[in-house]
C-alpha cells in the first residue's frame, strides 16, 4: 500500500504517531525523528523561501523524492502544510492547536532537538513537551565520521560531487528526477545515446563531473555539465547513459541515484580522445553499480 499524502486543511484527526520537520534529504538524523511515527507532518515550500527567499537553500529533494524515502521508512500518511504568508503568521500555540490538536489528533510528536516553528520561531520542543495532549520525544543530533549529520553538510558534499559521503549522511543513495528532454543529439552520434534533464533551479545540482549512479533501477553513466568538447547553448544538463538499455524516454521522468563520481568534467582535444574515455567510464560504472547490487543484496 503506498503512502497517502494529505494537505493538512483535508485531514481528519485520529491518533497518530506525528513526526514533524521540514526533512530536506531525509538523512539519518531525520531517520532518527520518524522512527515509530506513522504520520510525518512537512511543509512545501521550504519555509524560508517564504519567509527570506534571499537566503532559501537549495534543496536537496523534491517532494516526490522526499514522499517515497519517506514511504520506504514504512510511514504511512505524509501531511503536508502548504507553507504561504497567511501560515507563517501562526503562533507556535496555534500551530500546535490547530495543526497537532485539531486537524491531526496527535498522540505522540517526535521532533529535532533544533526545531522551532510559528510566528518568528518562537515554539521550541520545550513547547511541545509542555503539552499534556500528546507525549512528545525529541531527537539528539546525529552524527555520522564525527560530525553532526545535517541537510546543510550533505547539500556541500553533493556540490562537491562527494557522493559516498552524502550516502553515509543520506542513508540512501542522492536522488534526483525531471522529464527526459531532447538535447543536441551529440551521444547519439558518439554511440552513447543520452537521457537529458536540465536541473531544477531549487535543487542543488552535483559538481560537475562524471558518475556511476542507477537511472530508473537501470546501471548507468551520467555527466553533469556543460560540455566543454563542444559548442553548445543548452546550459548546464544532466546527461545519462543507461547502460544496456533500449527504448525510448523523451517525455519520460528519469530518476537517478547517484553512486560515486568517476572524474571531474573534461574537455577533450578531440572525439576519438572523448570517446575511448567514454568506454571507459561506461565499464567504471558498470563494475561500481554491480559491487553496490552486490552489496546491497549481501546486506551491506
Request: net charge negative; hydrophobic share 40%.
Amino acid at each position: 500500500m503506498s503512502i497517502k499524502v494529505t494537505p493538512l486543511d483535508q485531514a481528519s484527526p485520529r491518533a497518530r504517531d506525528v513526526a514533524i520537520g521540514t526533512f530536506d534529504g531525509v538523512h539519518l538524523g531525520h531517520r532518527a525523528v520518524i522512527e515509530g511515527a506513522d504520520t510525518v507532518l512537512t511543509f512545501e515550500p521550504h519555509p524560508l523561501e517564504v519567509l527570506k527567499p534571499e537566503v532559501a537553500p537549495k534543496l536537496i529533494n523534491s517532494l516526490a523524492v522526499k514522499r517515497d524515502v519517506i514511504e520506504g521508512l514504512g510511514v504511512e500518511e505524509l501531511v503536508v502544510i502548504h507553507f504561504d504568508e497567511d501560515f507563517s503568521h501562526r503562533s507556535a500555540e496555534d500551530f500546535i492547536d490547530y495543526a497537532l490538536v485539531e486537524k491531526l489528533g496527535a498522540r505522540t510528536v517526535a521532533v529535532g532537538e533544533n526545531f522551532h516553528f510559528g510566528a518568528k520561531a518562537r515554539g521550541t520542543p520545550e513547547m511541545l513537551a509542555a503539552h499534556p495532549e500528546f507525549e512528545t520525544r525529541v531527537q539528539r543530533m546525529v552524527e555520522v565520521d564525527g560530525e553532526t549529520v545535517s541537510s546543510s553538510r550533505i547539500r556541500a558534499q553533493i556540490a562537491a560531487g562527494d557522493m559516498e559521503g552524502a550516502r553515509r549522511c543520506l542513508g540512501v543513495p542522492y536522488m534526483i528526477e525531471g522529464e527526459v528532454m531532447k538535447g543536441d543529439q551529440r551521444g547519439r552520434e558518439l554511440g552513447f545515446p543520452t537521457a537529458n534533464i536540465v536541473p531544477d533551479e531549487r535543487l542543488v545540482t552535483p559538481g560537475f563531473g562524471v558518475y556511476a549512479a542507477f537511472a530508473n533501477g537501470h546501471p548507468a553513466a551520467v555527466s553533469v555539465g556543460v560540455r566543454p568538447t563542444f559548442d553548445s547553448d543548452l546550459g548546464v544538463l544532466i546527461e545519462t547513459f543507461l547502460i544496456d538499455f533500449e527504448g525510448d524516454l523523451y517525455g519520460k521522468n528519469l530518476r537517478i541515484a547517484f553512486l560515486e563520481r568517476l572524474r571531474p568534467e573534461l574537455a577533450f582535444d578531440d572525439v576519438d580522445t572523448l570517446v575511448e574515455q567514454m568506454h571507459r567510464d561506461v565499464e567504471d560504472a558498470r563494475r561500481i553499480c554491480a559491487d553496490f547490487t552486490e552489496a546491497a543484496a549481501r546486506g551491506g
